[in-house]
């Protein structure tokens, strides 16, 4: 039995009801406008997607940081959608968003339970990937993103590789030319 998505509205009031600041909700909102417009590319070139989906995950994608600002905003934010009883498919973008995503090894070294939470489908895809390109509500080009996370983790830490097959992904999808 799946659970409905909820809408827009229903989304920024769990957002709000749950602690989120201002600028976080803003973000969520960037975030949710620019997943939009990719999914939307993606759709006119014949990929098959959920954009509702895609505007409602990337509106609750930082649920977590209701709580943390940390690197497990992802884990604490997929706690809160479950015990709000949301659907599983927005749960695991909201898990799955951080960076291009965790190994199991990954994320058991940071204490979470041994699992992947890599984006799998398009749609958590296109949302860790918008969500790359987003620092605050302002776009940024992903040559941006990639080396403030070369900074925060080392150059050849296998997180930038996956950021990096993500841009490329994403944008073929999109029809845009690869870039590196």
Not at 44 to 58: S, W, Y
């Amino acid at each position: 039995m799946s659970k409905e998505i909820p809408s827009a509205e229903e989304a920024l009031r769990i957002l709000k009801t749950i602690g989120c600041s201002p600028n976080v909700i803003k973000h969520c909102i960037a975030v949710s406008n620019l997943a939009v417009k990719i999914a939307m590319k993606c759709k006119r070139n014949g990929v098959d997607l959920n954009v509702k989906l895609v505007r409602i995950g990337a509106l609750l994608h930082d649920l977590g940081r209701s709580k943390t600002h940390s690197v497990h905003h992802p884990l604490v934010g997929s706690k809160i959608a479950r015990s709000l009883n949301l659907p599983e498919e927005i749960v695991r973008i909201i898990e799955r968003h951080i960076g291009g995503g965790l190994t199991a090894e990954e994320a058991s070294k940071l204490g979470w339970p041994r699992k992947d939470y890599l984006p799998e489908n398009i749609e958590e895809k296109i949302v860790a990937y918008a969500d790359k390109l987003i620092d605050g509500e302002k776009i940024v080009p992903i040559q941006e993103t990639i080396k403030k996370f070369q900074k925060r983790l080392g150059v050849h830490h296998p997180s930038i590789k996956r950021i990096k097959r993500l841009h490329r992904e994403i944008t073929e999808l999109c029809g845009k030319p690869k870039n590196k």
